[in-house]
């Protein structure tokens, strides 16, 4: 069956360090790779996306994510983190046909510290 | 609407009462998930209804649990009998047509039920 892993259930970090949070994946054919972000009582938001072409994909407030196929892997970076960027992320992929639901890893907290 | 409604927001219920979680998708979403979050879980997928297709029900636990979706757009999730183990958030999301040339849309969350069985 596929799964996502989530390396780290809990990152805490001061502001302005780097961010790397790890996501792998278990699916041998093509795939569809996400991130989405929750912050504290908000909804799930869609951070970024990886379909196809570069495998160096930027989301929204300064966010980006390397997929590197030989190693399943799909990890989130951000050269220098803020308060506000406290909040559960989650990875998530799809196969790589129409019509399939998302396929979550368990999520990671990251907690900034100002 | 601007973006997907759920309701109610928040559901307490005695242990083996049933439930009807209700979404309202983004007006011209044809394809709506229902997905749940829980301590220790995470995100799992329950069922997905695209247009007038089949809906896809492999996600679902139990045969306690079962989803309409009426005229394409509302759907409402039920559970029946439920269960201390049914305790989490309940998200529905939407997305647009599927067109299988570009394989995915993405998918808008909605803020979710939580539901308490005690």
């Known amino acids: 069956a596929q799964s996502v892993s989530q390396h780290n259930h809990h990152v805490i970090l001061s502001e302005a360090a780097s961010l790397e949070l790890g996501c792998n994946y278990s699916?041998?054919?093509?795939?569809?790779l996400f991130w989405y972000v929750q912050y504290p009582g908000q909804h799930l938001q869609l951070l970024l996306k990886?379909?196809?072409?570069?495998?160096l994909v930027k989301g929204i407030k300064g966010f980006e994510a390397e997929f590197i196929k030989s190693k399943f892997s799909f990890n989130l970076r951000k050269p220098s983190v803020q308060w506000s960027d406290t909040a559960e992320y989650f990875c998530?992929?799809?196969?790589?046909?129409?019509?399939?639901?998302?396929?979550f890893g368990k999520g990671t907290t990251l907690s900034v510290s100002s | 609407g601007a973006g997907v409604s759920q309701s109610p927001s928040n559901k307490v219920t005695e242990k083996g009462k049933d439930v009807e979680l209700r979404c309202d998708p983004i007006?011209?979403?044809?394809?709506l998930y229902w997905y749940r979050q829980s301590l220790g879980q995470g995100l799992e997928f329950l069922i997905y209804?695209?247009?007038?297709?089949?809906?896809?029900k492999s996600g679902l636990p139990s045969d306690r649990f079962s989803a309409e979706r009426t005229g394409g757009s509302v759907s409402t999730l039920t559970i029946q009998r439920t269960q201390q183990e049914d305790s989490a958030v309940y998200l529905c999301?939407?997305?647009?047509?599927?067109?299988?040339?570009?394989?995915?849309?993405?998918?808008?969350f909605g803020p979710g039920t939580r539901l308490t069985v005690l």
């Open positions: 998530a992929v799809t196969p790589g046909q129409a019509g399939t639901a998302l396929i």
């Open positions: 999301a939407s997305s647009r047509y599927i067109d299988p040339l570009i394989g995915y849309n993405e998918q808008f």
């Open positions: 699916y041998g054919g093509t795939v569809n």
């Open positions: 990886y379909f196809s072409g570069d495998p």
């Open positions: 007006s011209g979403h044809t394809a």
């Open positions: 209804f695209q247009g007038n297709s089949a809906p896809d």
